[in-house]
């Protein structure tokens, strides 16, 4: 192979650059048998660029490797150099020719890569090359916008010195100030307005950057925008609890019941944030406590399944009170649901005000409701996805999410401690199988039958056959025949 004689003809060569050169030819290692020098080239050229290997690129260019040629993974020299801060290397594929626009496997040019990753002299080398400052990705994304989200501000100065443009947005509508502000950063903020940046341009949803940033309880970035000239909305003044400016908004005309592009009410909000007196206002000002949420993929949750995730047992006790509809003794399905959400959630006192208000502790995790308030409430809790189509309890729920104390509440409120599934699984096999110990043993502590079994004839040791849950569950005289669920076999 004309390569691999070429490099191993070069005695001259020192450790340095004959190192990188074997390490990248073990990737290629596959190629032996039908070798094909071009595309071996190009491998090992674009290797050398993105370690930084100047001495090995000058070799690999003087032996003809194509400047601007791709690997098998359809990178290119210029910006694997960029983006890994080697600005020799970078310096130096310009002066051999190297496409300046030329894209990687994620389509970012060469000043993207360097934007991204804050190499500040590169992105000062590459725009005095002519690099297109306001180059755009398939998703509209800038140069600016990467070093807008990495925070790297001298970057962002050097750009908008340059004339980066602050008006560009996502293809979803999403402009350049929204980015920044949800980074918190108030200087990069500054500096883009100082730009020209409209402070109140609005995404495809209607939102603003003020709305963002108040929807992720960025208050210095609030002030600052507000400061700035930024204008409020009923839902913004939600979103932040600012009841003043909700009434002067409400007096001037703003409808308490409008629902936002991302099919929001300012109750919502609220409820969501855990602002008590805004909730009044609110609804004193006629806001519908029933509203549901506009949506297209999940049976709509409503103010007060936000209320739950705002976690404010006042706002609860608040919409408790507000119609029929609204009270657990209802008979309303959705009520059938809160309680499992405020398990899952952790939301303690939460579930004391709902026990309190005569939630049946014993309900099962079944409706079609509760599955789709899971999915929108919890935030990612990670559940067993099997809750809602076999009958979960409320305290399986809390001991396999490891929400002891409200385990104990429910214990104490009457919860059946060995009630079972549709499988005919009980709390203990789902907190063995969860490797939840503290709901184990608060399990057993409080008379869970430790040898009962499901209806394919496994017991709790079935669920967790090595380790100190299993260690403790013998302890207590499980039986240990059976198969195993997990694990090695019940006897080992």
């Not at 290692?29 to 039908?34: G, I, L, T």
């Not at 839902?235 to 001037?252: N, P, S």
């Amino acid at each position: 192979m004309k390569f691999l004689s070429f490099t191993m003809s070069k005695k001259w060569l020192p450790v340095v650059v004959l190192v990188p050169l074997l390490a990248v030819m073990t990737l290629t290692a596959f190629a032996e048998d039908n070798p094909q020098e071009e595309g071996e080239i190009a491998m090992y050229f674009i290797a050398a660029a993105e370690r930084g290997n100047l001495a090995v690129v000058k070799e690999l260019l003087a032996e003809g490797a194509d400047v601007n040629g791709r690997n098998l993974l359809q990178q290119r020299a210029l910006p694997c150099a960029a983006a890994n801060g080697n600005i020799e290397v970078v310096r130096l594929l310009l002066e051999k020719g190297a496409y300046i626009e030329a894209t990687d496997q994620d389509c970012l040019t060469p000043l993207m890569n360097a934007c991204e990753r804050g190499h500040l002299e590169i992105v000062r080398l590459l725009l005095d090359k002519g690099a297109d400052i306001n180059a755009q990705t398939k998703a509209g994304s800038t140069a600016l916008r990467k070093a807008v989200n990495e925070q790297y501000i001298e970057v962002v100065r050097l750009l908008l010195k340059r004339g980066a443009d602050v008006h560009d947005k996502l293809n979803d509508g999403t402009y350049i100030l929204m980015s920044a502000a949800l980074t918190g950063n108030t200087e990069i903020l500054n500096a883009i307005l100082d730009k020209g940046a409209d402070v109140n341009a609005r995404d495809d949803k209607g939102s603003s950057a003020l709305k963002w940033s108040a929807f992720m309880d960025r208050s210095d970035v609030v002030r600052l925008l507000k400061s700035r000239g930024a204008k409020s909305d009923l839902w913004i003044a939600a979103l932040t609890g600012d009841v003043q400016e909700a009434e002067r908004l409400i007096e001037a005309g703003a409808d308490v019941n409008a629902v936002d592009g991302l099919g929001w009410t300012p109750l919502m909000n609220a409820a969501r944030k855990g602002h008590a007196e805004m909730v009044e206002l609110l609804l004193d000002q006629g806001a519908d406590p029933a509203a549901k949420r506009e949506c297209k993929h999940l049976k709509c949750p409503t103010v007060i399944d936000y209320a739950l995730r705002g976690g404010s047992p006042v706002i609860v006790s608040t919409l408790l009170n507000k119609g029929t509809d609204n009270h657990p003794n209802s008979g309303s399905k959705k009520w059938k649901a809160l309680l499992p959400l405020a398990i899952g959630l952790g939301r303690m006192e939460v579930v004391k005000l709902l026990l309190s208000n005569g939630l049946d502790v014993n309900v099962r995790i079944g409706s079609d409701y509760m599955r789709s308030m899971m999915i929108e409430c919890t935030a990612g809790l990670q559940v067993n996805e099997t809750i809602g189509s076999n009958g979960m309890s409320l305290l399986m729920l809390a001991c396999i999410t490891g929400r002891n104390e409200i385990a104990k509440l429910l214990l104490a409120d009457g919860a059946d401690v060995n009630q079972r599934d549709a499988n005919g699984c009980t709390a203990l096999m789902r907190a063995t199988l969860s490797g939840q110990m503290e709901s184990v043993k608060l399990l057993l502590a409080n008379g869970a039958d430790a040898n009962s079994v499901d209806k394919h004839g496994n017991t709790a040791l079935n669920f967790n056959c090595r380790g100190p849950i299993h260690d403790l569950l013998r302890a207590h005289g499980v039986n240990a025949l059976g198969r195993c669920i997990v694990g090695t076999p019940p006897l080992f």
